[in-house]
């Protein structure tokens, strides 16, 4: 997309998106989290960056799946892209739209709201500037975009690298920290935390700059001290020697904004929950042993565990876990890639989160891990590995399907268990796959394929790189 003085007032557009079939209005909004419609079952949508619009290849689509009681309805569906009405901009080659998706109530009018990145968008004569879009929830569906200012619209700068969405301020209102890179040498990137609300017409709150010393820092969000605020785990590459080695911090909300109050171990990836339902949220670090971060890694990976308390995460409490790990399914291998997924939740309703680790390497097809929390935390017990050849789970395990490449935990049919979405990038190469996992079990399990969703099959292993819900 170019985006030009001209399209400013495309961001102000609310029509509405038109979804394959129209949801009825409720009521009332659920306020849930995920719940783009407001009709009290969690949504989920799926990346889809790789995907062709009017004919320009990777110019990139979002396809929003709603749920029902019976999980996300492939039938209930909105495909997103630069050209639906009332989103800013044009859908151009290699734009990328939909490379990065959250969600959050940003307006705060009980619908949750779905923010896309395009880190390759071009602004004005800046190449891969990078463009941030809200896309408003509401009672048909989401509806009307805006784009969030991008505060140096740079060459290569890749506003909407990545996007975490949470009340890091403890004011209610949610705010959005981005990844970008910016014009200094000695520190290139930069996260930009902007502050709610945030408004149709565009206005936001403050805007503050971090330098967090690490290359392409991936963001997630979550509330490890227990307090109001939420915190933020940045993981991405340390930019020292010859060879940038995987890394991680932790940046504590506070009602200034963040402060970074913490380097944590080795990782490229995150997720935070209450592991141990102590009142702190957990961190889980995965260092799925990428020969390309990590060259000296003969392990298939493994994720480190860093239990939380008052003052953010804990400097005694932490533990590190392989496949080789007694009580874990299987065992390591080189490439299994074991932690380059990870996703927390309730799965089984006895209020501990629960943890579910994929490794799309694993075996080569890919495998899913689900360890369950407890009063001391993660535990082995009863853990279990679910592959396409796991009884229930459908499909077959075949090379290069990448099972377990993205994961995503929310209740989506709303039964009080949190269920699992997950993607196999590689499935049916290039298109990709998602499964519904309810409960994270084969039991009742069902996945449908791009086409199922509009969308064409010509994914290039892009179908579901992010999820939202």
Same mark, same amino acid.
């Given at each position: ?46 990346? /889809? ?14 396809? @929003? @799946? ?30 990328? *739209? ?22 390759? %968008?071009?602004?004005?004569?800046? !190449?891969?500037?990078?463009?941030? @879009?809200?896309? &408003? ?21 890749? *506003? ?26 000695? =520190?290139?990137?930069? $996260?930009?935390? $902007? ?18 010393? $690490? ?78 971060? %990590? ?41 299994? %890639? ?18 579910? @680790? ?8 890919? =495998? ?29 395990? %075949? &090379? ?17 268990? /949190?269920?699992?979405?997950? $993607?196999?990038?590689? !499935? ?7 499964? *519904? ?11 449908? =394929? ?20």
């Amino acid at each position: 997309m170019r985006t030009r003085t001209s399209l400013l007032a495309a961001a102000l557009l609310t029509a509405a998106l038109t979804p394959l079939t129209t949801t009825p209005a409720s009521a009332a909004p659920s306020g849930l989290q995920g719940d783009f419609n407001g009709d009290g079952y969690r949504d989920v949508a799926i990346a /889809a960056p790789a995907a062709a619009v009017s004919g320009k290849a990777w110019a990139g689509q979002v396809a @929003v @799946v709603y749920g029902t009681a019976s999980g996300p309805d492939p039938a209930k569906r909105t495909v997103i892209s630069q050209n639906t009405a009332g989103i800013p901009g044009t859908a151009e080659k290699d734009d990328q *739209f939909g490379d990065q998706v959250a969600a959050a109530d940003l307006n705060r009018d009980g619908y949750c709201d779905l923010i896309v990145g395009a880190q390759y %968008e071009k602004a004005g004569e800046q !190449e891969h500037a990078g463009t941030v @879009v809200v896309v &408003w929830g509401s009672a048909s569906g989401l509806s009307g975009g805006t784009t969030v200012k991008n505060p140096q619209p740079l060459y290569g700068s890749y *506003f909407g690298l990545s996007i975490a969405a949470a009340d890091f301020t403890g004011d209610g209102k949610p705010d959005l920290a981005i990844s970008a890179q910016s014009d200094s040498g000695t =520190s290139p990137y930069r $996260i930009r935390l $902007i502050r709610g609300p945030f408004t149709k017409s565009g206005t936001t709150g403050a805007v503050s700059s971090y330098a967090p010393g $690490i290359d392409r820092p991936l963001l997630t969000a979550g509330r490890v001290s227990g307090d109001t605020k939420a915190d933020l785990v940045v993981t991405g590459l340390k930019p020292t020697g010859d060879q940038p080695l995987a890394t991680a911090a932790y940046y504590r909300g506070t009602s200034s904004g963040l402060s970074k109050a913490a380097s944590l171990r080795t990782a490229s990836t995150a997720a935070i929950g209450d592991l141990d339902k102590d009142g702190y949220g957990d961190i889980v670090l995965g260092n799925p042993a990428d020969p390309d971060t %990590e060259p000296s890694a003969s392990t298939g990976g493994k994720i480190h565990v860093i239990y939380g308390t008052g003052s953010g995460p804990s400097s005694t409490r932490r533990v590190s876990l392989t496949q080789n790990t007694a009580g874990v399914p299987d065992s390591s291998a080189y490439g299994d %890639e074991f932690g380059r997924a990870l996703a927390i939740g309730d799965f089984d309703k006895n209020g501990y989160g629960d943890l579910a @680790v994929g490794a799309p390497g694993d075996a080569d097809p890919g =495998s899913i891990t689900l360890l369950k929390g407890s009063s001391s935390g993660l535990t082995t017990t009863g853990a279990v590995r679910l592959t396409q050849d796991s009884a229930g789970v459908p499909g077959t395990n %075949e &090379w290069g399907d990448g099972f377990g490449a993205t994961l995503l935990a929310s209740d989506v049919n709303r039964d009080g268990r /949190a269920d699992l979405t997950a $993607i196999g990038v590689g !499935e049916n190469s290039p298109a990709g796959a998602a499964w *519904f996992l309810p409960k994270a079990a084969a039991t009742g399990s069902f996945t449908f =394929s791009p086409t199922k969703l509009g969308l064409s099959t010509a994914q290039g292993g892009a179908f579901g790189v992010d999820l939202a819900g």
